[in-house]
């Protein structure tokens, strides 16, 4: 009976041992963005971007790696603005907005 405990709790060990091992044996080829170059001086909304701020790089290195992948949706929203667009621009013409997105 005490032959049998010593001999799983032997075969347990050496199999942790042995996948111990082989954890860091395997190699993965998978690249990964971590940076993503943006211009140093940037606009948004006619008003200069402090990118000179460490968070405000931060946050905009996050959105970019966020979305750098999502040419997709961009895509879908693109074919779906033609079909709202003829809806909106009446609206915005009649509240006299200016029409800055056929200029």
Not at 24 to 46: G, L, R, W
Not at 68 to 80: A, E, P, Q, S
């Amino acid at each position: 009976m005490k032959k049998d405990v010593f001999k799983r709790i032997a075969l347990i060990c050496s199999v942790i041992a042995v996948s111990g091992l082989f954890i860091y044996a395997t190699k993965t080829n998978v690249e990964q963005i971590a940076h993503v170059d943006y211009p140093a001086q940037m606009n948004f909304a006619q008003e200069e971007v402090p990118t000179f701020m460490a968070d405000v790089q931060e946050r905009i290195d996050r959105e970019m790696v966020t979305n750098i992948n999502y040419h997709t949706n961009t895509t879908l929203v693109i074919k779906r603005a033609n079909k709202v667009f003829p809806i909106i621009e009446p609206i915005l013409e009649k509240m006299e907005f200016q029409t800055i997105l056929n200029t």
